[in-house]
């Protein structure tokens, strides 16, 4: 276990002050997670190699298709870590930067997670993103690939992004992401975007959030973008939204036609967490909501085609499948070994 760090980097202590904020059925199918620490190599074979001493600045790619999970703390990284080693294929694992965390404890925790899986970081948080600047971010990425650069397989360097929490304006926004992406590609890493699914105009408030609209407000550097992700959140509409496989498959192919060079995938699913406005959901739809979206990987492989790359990346992986009696673990593992 890593303790808190005592003090932090120069980005991070100015944007420490920020409010540190989180996304704010039948069980026949579930398996026990068991104890047994398992090693993959770069193919997502089981091995007892260990690559974290690579020194190149960027990691290798990840093998498609990317089973993914999100830890929005690095807090009990030990315990993380042995439920991540328990699944029985490769992961690969979202570390959110958080503005009050330095970045030598980051760089202790994907040093200790990079043996076991791929590893996606994403600088910062939406909800952490209007009291940064555009010059922020640009340090706060300088100084993560300094330290860790060359154990990151993706560098998410924007989510949510038709979400009007991120700033008032798409040009407000945009000029954030290129700070972030410039750095990124200078260094010769990956990049990746995700942006919201909405599916009724219940899901936003300005009419620029609808995700085609916010696309064509994206500067054309973006457009070669390596990953493009959406994002899926029943419950942040009105009616909640549910789309099927070939509701988020033709929007993929849209976007497809925009950024040409782009994997597609799903970025980011969960039901409501401990610290959403609304109640958090019960462990019934969890489940549910786990099992709908994993649950899509072929479907949505077939109707997209070889750019689908998967990805899903349950965001209350800490507090649902670590802490808390890691209540939805036997559901997350069942569902991650099916991909």
Known sequence: MLAEASSTSNSLQKLASANVLSKGDDDSDDEESDDDGNDFDENGDNSDADNSGNEQHQASAPQAPLRGITITSIKDIDQTLSVIRSSEKKLTVRVVIRPNVSMDEYKQAIETLRPHA?????????????????????????EAIEAFGDKVDIWEVGNELNGSWLGNSPQEINQKVEATYDVVKRHGGRTAITLNYWSHRGCYEKSWEDLDSYVGTMPEKLHQVDYMFLSVYEFSCTPAQQPSSSDLAEALKSLGKTFPSAKLGIGEIAANGPDDEKAESDLATKKRIAKRYYGMHNELAEAVGSRYVGGYFWWYFYEDAVTRNAQMWPTLKNLLNKI
């Not at 970081?121 to 009291?131: F, K």
């Open 118 to 142: 791929y590893i996606m970081v994403e600088i910062l948080d939406a909800n952490n993103w209007a009291p940064a600047s555009a010059e922020s971010l640009s340090n706060l990425t300088e």
